[in-house]
Nanobody, 125 residues
Framework: QVQLVESGGGSVQAGGSLRLSCAASGRTFSSYAMGWFRQAPGKEREFLAATNWLGGSTIYADSVKGRFTISRDNAKNTVYLQMDSLKPEDTAVYYC??????????????????WGQGTQVTVSS
């Protein structure tokens, strides 16, 4: 069992930056691939970025490539999402998730086993 808690959300002006953190409980954080998703009102959950258990393999959605960076610190049981050059359309609730497919960069939300509660990000123009 893994519990995930996101933090770092908030309000920022367009062009600004935020860094989201996702802290995992349990001893087996390094056994999981990790991902970030978001969901805006009235829209489906959208994949953003994923990393395998080592952090050496990453993948990004086209909508955030070059602006967002996923990283992880297995010693701190934490995965991060650095978000730069934020746009109003980035406004959403952001979720982290853990997948047992530890060697993969997992895109499909159905392949994730655990989810955090989400953190709100609001970008104003």
């Amino acid at each position: 069992q893994v519990q995930l808690v996101e933090s770092g959300g908030g309000s920022v002006q367009a062009g600004g930056s935020l860094r989201l953190s996702c802290a995992a409980s349990g001893r087996t954080f390094s056994s999981y691939a990790m991902g970030w998703f978001r969901q805006a009102p009235g829209k489906e959950r959208e994949f953003l970025a994923a990393t395998n258990w080592l952090g050496g393999s990453t993948i990004y959605a086209d909508s955030v490539k070059g602006r967002f960076t996923i990283s992880r610190d297995n010693a701190k049981n934490t995965v991060y999402l650095q978000m730069d050059s934020l746009k109003p359309e980035d406004t959403a609730v952001y979720y982290c998730a853990a997948s047992r497919l530890k060697w993969s960069t997992v895109v499909e939300p159905t392949r994730y086993d655990y989810w955090g509660q989400g953190t709100q990000v609001t970008v104003s123009s």
